[in-house]
């Protein structure tokens, strides 16, 4: 093969490729940012108290995020003794949010960490997209559970990753 035929074909090659791995601003000429993308993780284990209110991601604009959320309880309460909530809020442009993360059907969806899984597991995922406004927090909370579930004696972990999609 000669060797323009190899150069050009090394070029297209490579031009493909660098396209395919970043996106440019049009008009710029400047790297896009590339989506979706860690921007914040939680990994809590060994816990046996509720969370207050606590920050995850501040956004510095308004954006699109998925969250992701994991709870499992890892030493089960003696008998039925309680459960735990874990709850999100975040700010939109209708105003203050919030989602539950739970293993039951409700809307909003709540995530209970039951106390009483034996053998331990009584896990319970959740994931949900979000628009987050500019310089407004994305939270999380721990707290028990309603009745009949309202005092937790279980050990739990809980794990957090938010993603921005644009």
């Known amino acids: 093969m000669p060797k323009t035929t190899l150069l050009w074909l090394l070029a297209v090659s490579v031009s493909c490729f660098a396209q395919s791995a970043i996106s440019i601003n049009h008009g710029t000429g400047n790297p896009a940012p590339i989506y979706p993308r ?3 993780q939680v990994v809590l284990k060994g816990q046996t108290a509720a969370i207050p209110t606590t920050t995850i991601f501040t956004p510095k604009s308004d954006g699109l995020y998925r969250i992701s959320a994991y709870g499992v309880t890892t030493v089960p309460a003696p008998g039925n003794n309680g459960a735990w909530e874990v709850n999100f809020g975040w700010t939109d442009d209708a105003g203050a949010e919030q989602n539950n993360l739970s293993n039951e059907s409700e ?14 597991g009584g ?3 959740l994931t949900f997209v979000a628009e987050d406004n500019a310089g407004m927090p994305l939270t999380y909370s721990v707290a028990p559970s309603q009745p009949p579930y309202q005092n937790p004696t279980s050990t739990y972990a809980l794990f957090i990753t938010v993603e921005q999609l644009m």
Not at 107 to 120: H, R
């Open 38 to 40: 860690v921007v914040a």
């Open 107 to 120: 809307f909003p969806p709540v995530l209970n960490i039951f106390a009483y899984a034996t053998p331990p």
């Open 123 to 125: 896990a319970s995922t």
